[in-house]
């Protein structure tokens, strides 16, 4: 498969967004995706992030745009993980105590994200209805992770339902994907190749940024995911 630059992921993005919303006839539809597709291309690890949903009821919006927003209310509390996680993966280092707003924007720059429901809901996702929605939307969901072909997939959230059993049970090609892994750091990760790729791609079900915890439990997460990277993509 041909390489792909950044106006190939633009382009590629929105006739996708555009076919999904139309057949999908969803009223409303919040994208996702690649961030900055020309620092993306740049990237020696390329990371997407798989969530949920977006918090936005009754609303059309870019939250790549949003992310980037340092306006927004919630921009602050919401990606500092994310943040840190990128780093960690993408460079290890001292766990970041303090994320200002300027490194925030830096590291979420690098990666690609995905909501498995492209249709906003509230603060508290039901798990049910995700489900549905991935399994509906599931070929679609393929999709778009095979514009990206990432080189490490970090699944957002643990608990019932969660994001990479979605992955593995209804979204991913079943001729793609491995047994599950043994655990590191007791994280569970699989690996899945994407057509057009040489090297398979793990795919591991991580805590969810979201959560509130004291600074000592963030810094645990990070050497956490500092570890995956090492054994996995660094």
């Known amino acids: 498969m041909e390489k792909l630059n950044n106006n190939n992921i633009l382009y590629l993005e929105n006739h996708l967004f555009r076919r999904w919303k139309e057949e999908r006839n969803y009223e409303y539809f919040v994208k996702d995706g690649v961030v900055n597709p020309q620092i993306w291309e740049k990237q020696k690890i390329k990371i997407t992030f798989v969530l949920k949903e977006a918090n936005w009821m009754n609303e059309s919006i870019d939250m790549k745009e949003w992310i980037l927003s340092e306006s927004s209310p919630t921009y602050w509390k919401t990606w500092n993980n994310i943040s840190r996680w990128t780093k960690g993966i993408l460079e290890g280092g001292e766990y970041p105590v303090h994320v200002s707003k300027k490194d925030k ?91 057009g790729k040489e090297n398979k791609t793990p795919v591991v079900s991580f805590y969810h940024p979201q959560r509130i915890a004291s600074h000592e439990t963030f810094k645990k997460w990070y050497e956490d995911i500092c570890a995956i990277a090492e054994n996995l993509v660094r």
Request: with cysteine; hydrophobic share 35%.
């Open 105 to 195: 924007t830096d590291w979420l720059s690098r990666i690609s994200f995905i909501n498995l429901k492209k249709v906003g809901g509230n603060s508290r996702a039901n798990d049910s209805e995700i489900r549905k929605y991935a399994i509906n939307d599931s070929k679609y969901l393929l999709e778009q992770l095979t514009i990206y072909r990432p080189d490490i997939i970090i699944c957002c959230g643990r608990g019932t339902g969660k994001n990479a059993d979605l992955l593995y049970d209804e979204i991913l090609g079943k001729d793609t994907l491995s047994q599950w892994q043994s655990p590191i750091n007791g994280f569970n990760f699989f690996y899945t190749q994407f057509h």
